[in-house]
């Protein structure tokens, strides 16, 4: 899959209603080959800013955790790469760019949401207007980086 197909497929996974990080997480499993649903499942609560109280943004959580999943360990016994801290830094700061016009990384200054809020949270789903097309559009691009990433990642790796 590459990168633009992933940002695709990220904001339609959104726009279905999974949570940001879901969808992130989901495409960029695919890119690695990989089918963790415990991992998706437990992704969802890092929606709404880490479960809903507005802390940063679940797309970029999401990407990090795919790159914790390509470089990570999952026991004592395995070695833990270094390059996850670097492609994670890089991600971060793609991220960053991409929100410097909210103020920062955080789902309170992207989407403006309180997510305990009902009427908010229905406004925030049904009105065309509302916030959530820039989520829309940041979840695609964090799916478009974190592709760009992984293929940097390999293409790294390949060279020696």
């Known amino acids: 899959m590459q990168p633009e197909e992933m940002s695709d497929k990220a904001r339609e996974l959104f726009k279905a209603r999974m ?3 879901q969808a992130v997480a989901m495409v960029g499993l695919e890119k690695l080959g990989l089918s963790e649903p ?9 929606g709404g800013g880490f479960g809903g109280c507005g802390k940063t943004c679940g797309a970029l959580v999401g990407a990090a955790a795919i790159i914790g999943a390509l470089y ?14 670097a492609a994670t830094r890089k991600m971060v700061e793609r991220f960053e760019e991409l929100c410097r016009q909210y ?20 406004t925030f789903y049904t ?15 964090a799916g ?10 390999k293409a790294r790796e390949a060279a020696k």
């Open 19 to 21: 949570h940001c990080s």
């Open 38 to 46: 415990d991992t998706i499942k437990a992704l969802g609560a890092f």
């Open 72 to 85: 990570s360990r999952s026991s004592l016994e395995e070695k833990e790469n270094p390059r996850m801290w």
């Open 103 to 122: 103020g920062g990384i955080s789902c309170h200054e992207i989407a403006q949401v309180d997510w305990l809020d009902r009427d908010q949270v229905k």
């Open 127 to 141: 009105d065309p207007d509302s916030r959530r097309q820039h989520c829309i559009r940041l979840v695609g691009e």
């Open 144 to 153: 478009r980086i974190l592709g760009e990433l992984l293929e940097q990642e």
